[in-house]
């Protein structure tokens, strides 16, 4: 990557007022999925409502991202490394949107959890996931800050871990909630939960391959890992529910 | 020349990668009496593909343009050392008549420049020298194609006895392009041919040589990088004399390899 100046200063104030708008909705993303994930495991339901009134801010800084880019691309045309990053940026603000939803979405679902008891390990394995989603989101955004390339396909390559992490909890919940009826309710909640930080990292992946895109100018060539494996696990219902099948 | 003139794998421009090679240029270096304008310049330019040349001023694109159809033979300080092949054959060889040549590649200049005749005369001028058409019938035929080639003839076609210069600075840039293919060139060169027409008239140009492209090679030299990334195929970055960047067009604007490239298309360099 190139950092001399260009001969119009403008335009490097503009895009660096861009890397500031992206590096200020990561640091809200950032927040919101930690207070998300505390405020989950410390039960308080004052932080995630927090978080729930937090992502109209980072909504908003994604308005004006794209809106600075289509100026950008409509008055600068920009070229080679400067048009990568305007299309990465855009991309990476809409990726930062959804991930900041998930997160407004888990603290949702707090408020509601906090009305049952714990869900006994399970909330270990949550913890561990949210922090592995966290540090991914937190190295993607550094991959981008210094346009890392290596750094992001390190952060392509752990969204495996976070994929296996939920199809452990995906088997977790539906044991809770076979074994008793009465944990339906918080498991629901819970596995939509642990659905919203493996989204989340497969948002971070995004990121990352933007970052890939941007560096050197091609999207990464292998196809990234993809481990959830949920929608194939009819198979284990059944056996799990064998004495009281539903007829179609 | 470095690597970075090969075909990219990710850029395959299927149309381009099928075109056969028409000019070959190999280790092209032109003086301007001891002041060496172009560096060993090699490449090879694809039939029915636009290809543009781009670079800050004095970088040699035009020097270089110039060479493919000998019009630096007419400089005199000038010397032209090196290979240029058109289909395989020297262009420098001693049988080579400049004048056939410049037939067969034709060149479209920056600031229109019709001849102080009528619209018709313009057109039929390297006809009647190059002994094209034995009748007059047969002149007004190439007349009306080479006008209609150039998407002028619907605008002048009531009016081929007003003088060429009568008309706007677009069309006269279009009669010039009739002008050039009414010889029936293989290969059509372009010096900055829209500089001086304003944008209304420059896409007219630019719709043109998307079109002339089917039945010629179109060389262009251009100072707007949006005009190349328009209308080529194939560009080529020239910096202080060298050939520094050859490759698929969409290539070279958004994952340039060179860093001269990359910086002067993103504007960092002069």
Same mark, same amino acid.
């Given at each position: 990557?190139?950092?001399r100046?260009?001969?119009?200063?403008?335009?490097?104030?503009?895009?660096?007022?861009?890397?500031?708008?992206?590096?200020?909705?990561?640091?809200?993303?950032?927040?919101?999925?930690?207070k998300?994930?505390?405020?989950?495991?410390?039960?308080?339901t004052?932080?995630?409502?927090?978080?729930?009134? %937090?992502?109209?801010?980072?909504?908003?800084?994604?308005?004006?991202?794209?809106?600075?880019?289509?100026?950008?691309?409509?008055? $600068?045309q920009?070229?080679?490394q400067?048009l990568?990053?305007?299309?990465a940026?855009?991309k990476i603000?809409?990726?930062?949107?959804?991930? /900041?939803?998930?997160?407004?979405?888990?603290?949702? $679902?707090?408020?509601?959890?906090?009305?049952?008891?714990?869900? /006994?390990?399970? %909330?270990?394995s949550?913890?561990?996931?949210?922090?592995?989603?966290?540090?991914?989101?937190?190295?993607?955004?550094?991959?981008?800050? $210094?346009?890392?390339?290596?750094?992001?396909?390190?952060?392509?390559?752990?969204?495996?871990?976070?994929?296996?992490?939920y199809?452990?909890l995906?088997?977790?919940?539906?044991?809770?909630?076979?074994?008793?009826?009465?944990?339906?309710t918080?498991?629901?909640?819970?596995?939509?939960?642990?659905? %919203?930080?493996? $989204?989340i990292?497969?948002?971070?992946?995004s990121?990352?391959?933007?970052?890939?895109?941007?560096?050197?100018?091609?999207?990464?060539?292998?196809?990234?890992?993809?481990?959830d494996?949920?929608p194939?696990?009819?198979?284990?219902?059944?056996?799990?529910?064998?004495?009281?099948?539903?007829?179609? | 020349?470095?690597d970075?003139t090969?075909?990219?794998?990710?850029?395959?421009d299927l149309?381009?990668?099928l075109?056969?090679v028409?000019?070959?240029?190999?280790?092209?270096?032109?003086y301007?009496?001891?002041?060496? =304008?172009?560096?060993?310049?090699?490449?090879?330019?694809?039939?029915?593909t636009?290809?543009?040349?781009?670079?800050p001023?004095?970088?040699?694109?035009?020097?270089?343009?110039?060479c493919?159809n000998?019009?630096?033979?007419?400089?005199?300080?000038c010397?032209?050392?090196?290979?240029?092949?058109?289909?395989?054959e020297?262009?420098?060889r001693?049988s080579?008549?400049?004048?056939?040549?410049?037939?067969?590649?034709?060149?479209?200049?920056q600031k229109?420049?019709?001849?102080?005749?009528?619209?018709?005369?313009n057109?039929?001028?390297?006809?009647?020298i190059?002994? !094209?058409?034995?009748?007059?019938?047969?002149?007004?035929e190439?007349?009306?194609?080479?006008?209609?080639s150039? =998407?002028?003839?619907?605008?002048?076609?009531?009016r !081929?006895r007003?003088?060429?210069?009568?008309?706007?600075?677009?069309?006269?840039?279009? !009669?010039?392009?009739a002008?050039a293919? =009414?010889?029936?060139?293989?290969? !059509?060169?372009?010096?900055?041919?829209?500089?001086?027409?304003?944008?209304?008239?420059?896409?007219?140009?630019?719709?043109?040589?998307?079109?002339l492209?089917?039945?010629?090679?179109?060389?262009?030299?251009?100072?707007?990088?949006?005009?190349?990334?328009?209308?080529?195929q194939?560009? =080529?970055?020239?910096?202080?004399?060298?050939?520094?960047?050859?490759n698929?067009?969409?290539?070279?604007?958004?994952a340039?390899?060179d860093?001269?490239?990359?910086?002067?298309?993103?504007?960092?360099i002069?």
């Open positions: 990557m190139i950092d100046k260009h001969i119009h200063a403008a335009f490097d104030e503009e895009l660096e007022h861009i890397h500031t708008l992206i590096m200020t909705m990561g640091g809200l993303v950032e927040q919101a999925i930690q998300s994930s505390t405020a989950l495991r410390i039960r308080d004052e932080l995630s409502e927090q978080v729930v009134e %937090n992502d109209s801010a980072i909504d908003k800084i994604e308005e004006s991202v794209n809106v600075e880019a289509v100026n950008m691309l409509s008055r $600068r920009p070229q080679a400067d990568r990053t305007i299309v940026v855009m603000s809409s990726n930062l949107e959804r991930m /900041g939803d998930y997160a407004k979405n888990m603290a949702k $679902r707090t408020s509601v959890i906090v009305q049952s008891p714990p869900l /006994g390990p399970s %909330n270990g949550l913890k561990q996931m949210s922090k592995t989603v966290k540090q991914l989101t937190k190295d993607a955004l550094d991959s981008f800050i $210094r346009r890392d390339a290596t750094k992001a396909a390190n952060v392509i390559q752990r969204d495996e871990d976070v994929d296996q992490m199809n452990a995906f088997r977790e919940f539906l044991t809770h909630m076979m074994e008793d009826q009465r944990s339906i918080p498991a629901m909640h819970y596995l939509f939960i642990a659905k %919203n930080l493996e $989204r990292g497969d948002h971070a992946t990121i990352a391959e933007q970052v890939i895109f941007l560096v050197t100018g091609s999207l990464p060539e292998q196809v990234r890992p993809k481990d494996q949920t194939y696990q009819d198979q284990r219902l059944e056996v799990f529910t064998s004495n009281d099948k539903c007829k179609p | 020349m470095s970075n090969q075909g990219s794998p990710e850029a395959v149309d381009s990668t075109s056969a028409k000019v070959t240029a190999k280790d092209v270096n032109v301007y009496s001891d002041v060496r =304008a172009l560096q060993d310049v090699s490449m090879e330019i694809l039939d029915h636009v290809t543009a040349f781009i670079g001023s004095g970088c040699g694109k035009s020097t270089f343009l110039r493919l000998r019009m630096n033979d007419t400089i005199d300080h010397r032209v050392e090196g290979r240029i092949e058109l289909d395989g020297d262009i420098h001693r080579i008549d400049p004048v056939q040549l410049r037939a067969r590649v034709g060149m479209v200049f229109p420049n019709p001849f102080p005749k009528s619209i018709y005369d057109v039929a001028y390297g006809p009647r190059h002994g !094209l058409a034995a009748t007059r019938a047969e002149l007004d190439i007349v009306e194609s080479a006008l209609r150039s =998407a002028l003839w619907d605008e002048v076609k009531d !081929l007003m003088p060429g210069t009568g008309l706007s600075g677009g069309q006269q840039q279009r !009669l010039c392009i002008r293919v =009414a010889t029936k060139p293989e290969v !059509l060169l372009m010096d900055e041919p829209c500089s001086s027409l304003d944008p209304i008239a420059t896409s007219q140009i630019e719709d043109l040589i998307d079109h492209r089917e039945s010629y090679t179109v060389v262009i030299v251009t100072h707007s990088m949006q005009q190349a990334a328009r209308v080529s194939k560009t =080529a970055f020239f910096h202080l004399g060298n050939l520094v960047e050859f698929d067009t969409p290539f070279i604007f958004t340039p390899q860093e001269r490239t990359e910086s002067y298309i993103t504007g960092r002069g």
